[in-house]
Structures are given as C-alpha cells and as structure tokens.
C-alpha cells in the first residue's frame, strides 16, 4: 500500500506534467523551434532521442508523460520515510540538473 507522502507526490507530478508538455510542445514549434522547454524539463526524453533516429518515439513520450509523476512519488515516499527528508528529491534534483545541462551542451544537433 501507498503511503500518503507517495500519493500526495504522484498527484502533484501528474499536475505538473500537463503544463509541463504544453510548454515542450509549444517550443517545439512544429519542429522548427529550438525544443528549450522540452530540453529543460524532459531531459532524459531528449537525450534518448540520439537512439532513437532523433525522432521523439512513442516510448518517448511515454517516458515524459511518466517523468515528473515518478519524481513525485520517489519524493513523496522519501520525506514520508526518511530521516534526511530532503535527501532524495535533492539527489533526484541533480540528477535530473545533469542530463539538462548534458541537453544544451550541443550533443543533440536536431534539437538547437
């Protein structure tokens, strides 16, 4: 069973990934936009885009649609259970930081 702390923070990564895709899409701009906000928040989405014939897949889009609900409850559980409440998401927050600045440092040359 879910504790309370993984609902509350699968609820709100499931509202933040609404805005979230808009914003992606909308850079996008039909495919001549420069695909910042995309780069910024799916990140991982991105990068995998180099395996995938620099084409956002369906598994791609799964991955984006999952991300931020996933950050949530990972979160969620963590400060529910954890001593060093803040441990998790601050990791989870580097990580996700990483694979961003990995993003814009030109290695996706489809996507600038």
């Not at 395996?51 to 999952?66: C, E, F, H, K, N």
């Amino acid at each position: 069973m879910c504790s309370k702390g993984t609902l509350r923070g699968l609820a709100i990564g499931i509202v933040i990934t609404f805005p979230s895709i808009i914003l992606a899409i909308l850079s996008g701009g039909a495919g001549h936009g420069d695909y910042a906000f995309a780069r910024l928040l799916f990140p991982y989405t991105m990068l995998l885009t180099l395996a995938q014939g620099d084409t956002i897949s369906l598994p791609l889009r799964v991955l984006a649609l999952i991300q931020f609900p996933s950050y949530g409850a990972i979160a969620g559980f963590s400060v529910s259970i954890s001593k060093n409440k803040w441990l998790i998401p601050l990791i989870l927050t580097v990580i996700h930081l990483v694979f961003v600045i990995a993003c814009f440092s030109g290695v996706l040359p489809n996507f600038s």
